[in-house]
C-alpha cells in the first residue's frame, strides 16, 4: 500500500481512491471489517469502528466514482459533441438555416477555443450583458454581478475575454486552470478580473460542468479532512483548491511547479499583488454550485493562513446553488471569520435545488450551513432563511409539489416570464428540454444558473436593505464577543 502521510496535517480523516478498488472489493466492504488493510481506503487506525459504520456510504461513494472513472472517455465525447450541436444550430441561427446552409454547402463550423463558442451551460442562458437597470451604486448591483460572473466562468478564455471586453467593459487580470494534486491533471478552472467603475476585483471559480466525470468525482467524494482549528471538511472541495498532497496547507510552497499551479496559492499571491498600501481596492469571491463550494472555503484557508489584509479587503463571498462545505466546528470558525473581518457572505438558494441540500445535515454527515441564506421561490420572490427549506431535500411530503412545481416552471418560461419581464427571459430550448427532464428529477434542472440569474435581477431591493440593516457583531476574541 502506498504510503500517505495524511497525519502529518490531519488527525482525523477519511481518504478514498476509486482508482485502487476492484469490482470485488466494492461488495467486500459491505461485510468486511478490514477496512484499515484496504489500499482504496486510509484513515486512522482508531477512527476505523467509527467509518465501517459508514460502509454503505463509503460503498456508494467508491462504486459512483470507480463508474465515473470507466465512464469518463464516453461522458466527454457525449458532452463535445452536445456543445458542438447546440452551436452549430446557434452559429447558423436555427435548425432552419443550418439545413439551408448544408444543401448550399455553407454550413459554419464552431471552433471550441474560439470567443463565440459558448459551453452546455452557456446554451442553457445564453445572456451575456449586464443587466443594464442595475448601476454600480444599487444595492443589487454586486449580486447581480456575482451571478452573471459565476455562469461567465462556466466558458473558454476567449469567450470571457470577448465579453469583458465588449459588453462588461472590464479588464481580465487571469484565466486559469488549476492542478488537483490528488486527481493528477488540471481540473479546476476560475477566472479574475477588475471592475474599475467599483474598485473591485472579481473572483469566479467555474462550477461542476455536466459532463466532466472528475467534477462528479469530486462532488460525490465523501473523502474528509479535519483540521484543528477549521474541523472537518469536504475532502473534494479541498483537493480542487489546491490541497498539497501529503502537506495540507503549508503557508507556503516549496517546490517549483511548472504547468500545475495551485488554485488558492496562486490566486492569493495574484490579490497580494493587486490589494496594496497605495489603492483601496477590494475584492469578491463568486461561484456556482461546486465554484460555490471553492467560494467559501477559499477565505476559509486564509483564515488559516491569518491572512488579515486580504480579509480585510474581502467585500463578500456570493455563492449560487452552493454544496455545504464542512461540519459545525467548521460553521464556528467561519462565523468568528465573518465577525472579525465583516465580509459578507450572501449564500443564495433557488427553490427546489437540490445542491444545496448536500452533502446532508444528518447523522451521517453532520454538514452545515452558515451565512446568510437568500431563499427564493418559483415566482423569484427571496426571503432571508436560516435555511432552505426541507434542508436534506428528502421528503415524501414534498415530492408532488416538486413535480407540480416544475410543470409551473416550464411554462414560466416559455410564455409568463417573458410576456411580464420582457424578451430576456425567454428561456431557450435546451433550458426547455432540460425542464421536461425536471419533470422526472426537479432537484437538478433547478439547479442550473438562468434560475440565479433571474433571482438577482428579480430580486427585491428590500431584502438587501434588510441585511444591511442587520446589527454587524463585534469582533470575536478567544470565543467572546467585544
Known amino acids: 500500500m502506498e504510503s500517505l502521510h495524511f497525519n502529518k496535517f ?6 478514498l481512491r476509486p482508482n485502487e478498488v476492484s469490482v470485488f472489493d466494492l461488495f467486500r466492504i459491505l461485510w468486511s471489517h478490514e477496512l484499515e488493510e484496504k489500499a482504496f481506503v486510509e484513515c486512522p487506525p482508531e477512527r476505523l ?22 465512464a469518463a472517455g464516453p461522458l466527454r465525447w457525449i458532452g463535445e459533441k452536445v456543445e458542438m450541436w447546440v452551436n452549430l444550430v446557434s452559429l447558423n441561427r436555427n435548425v432552419f438555416v443550418l439545413l439551408s446552409n448544408l444543401l448550399r454547402g455553407k454550413v459554419k463550423m464552431p471552433d471550441r477555443e474560439s470567443e463565440v463558442f459558448v459551453s452546455f451551460n452557456g446554451g442553457l442562458d445564453r445572456r451575456v450583458e449586464l443587466d443594464k437597470n442595475i448601476k454600480p451604486g444599487d444595492c443589487r448591483y454586486l449580486g447581480a454581478l456575482a451571478a452573471m460572473a459565476a455562469k461567465l466562468a462556466y466558458e473558454n478564455e476567449a469567450f470571457v475575454r470577448r465579453i469583458l471586453g465588449d459588453y462588461w467593459k472590464m479588464e481580465l487580470i487571469g484565466y486559469y486552470n488549476f492542478w488537483n494534486d490528488y486527481q493528477k491533471k488540471n481540473n479546476t478552472q476560475a477566472f479574475m478580473v477588475y471592475d474599475q467603475t467599483t474598485d473591485m476585483i472579481i473572483v469566479a471559480f467555474r462550477g461542476t460542468e455536466p459532463f466532466n466525470a472528475d467534477d462528479w468525482s469530486t462532488d460525490i467524494d465523501v473523502s474528509w479532512f479535519e483540521l484543528d482549528e477549521m474541523g472537518k471538511i469536504h475532502g473534494g472541495f479541498m483537493k480542487a483548491l489546491g490541497l498539497v498532497m501529503e502537506k495540507g496547507w503549508p503557508l507556503n510552497l516549496d517546490d517549483d511547479r511548472p504547468g500545475r499551479p495551485l488554485g488558492y496559492y496562486t490566486l492569493r499571491e495574484k490579490l497580494k499583488e493587486k490589494l496594496n498600501p497605495t489603492n483601496a481596492t477590494r475584492f469578491m ?20 493562513h491569518k491572512e488579515g489584509l486580504l480579509l480585510e479587503r474581502l467585500e463578500g463571498v456570493y455563492t449560487f446553488g452552493q454544496p455545504r462545505v464542512g461540519n459545525t466546528k467548521f460553521k464556528e470558525f467561519m462565523e468568528i471569520q465573518l465577525r472579525n473581518h465583516g465580509f459578507r457572505y450572501l449564500r443564495y438558494v433557488y427553490c427546489n435545488d437540490m445542491i444545496p441540500r448536500t452533502p446532508t445535515d444528518d447523522l451521517t454527515f453532520l454538514y452545515k450551513h452558515f451565512g446568510s441564506c437568500i431563499y427564493f421561490n418559483s415566482c423569484y420572490k427571496g426571503k432571508i432563511l436560516e435555511e432552505e427549506p426541507h434542508k436534506n431535500y428528502i421528503s415524501v411530503f414534498a415530492w408532488i409539489p416538486r413535480l407540480l412545481n416544475a410543470a409551473w416552471e416550464l411554462v414560466r418560461g416559455l410564455i409568463v416570464l417573458p410576456m411580464m419581464k420582457g424578451p430576456e427571459y425567454k428561456e431557450s430550448w435546451l433550458l426547455t428540454l432540460l425542464r421536461l427532464w425536471g419533470l422526472v428529477f426537479p432537484g437538478l434542472s433547478a439547479h442550473n444558473t438562468q434560475d440565479y440569474v433571474n433571482a438577482t435581477r428579480l ?24
Do not use: D
Open 459 to 482: 430580486i427585491s431591493r428590500r431584502i438587501y436593505h434588510q441585511l444591511q440593516h442587520n446589527r454587524r457583531p463585534g469582533k470575536v476574541i478567544n470565543g467572546k464577543e467585544e
Open 49 to 70: 469502528h467509527e467509518n465501517i459504520r459508514r460502509r454503505w456510504l463509503i460503498f456508494m461513494s467508491l462504486s459512483s466514482q470507480k463508474l465515473l472513472l470507466h
Open 285 to 304: 469571491v463568486t461561484g456556482h454550485s461546486l465554484g460555490g463550494a471553492l467560494s467559501i472555503l477559499f477565505p476559509a484557508v486564509l483564515a488559516l
Open 10 to 15: 490531519s488527525g482525523n480523516y477519511l481518504v
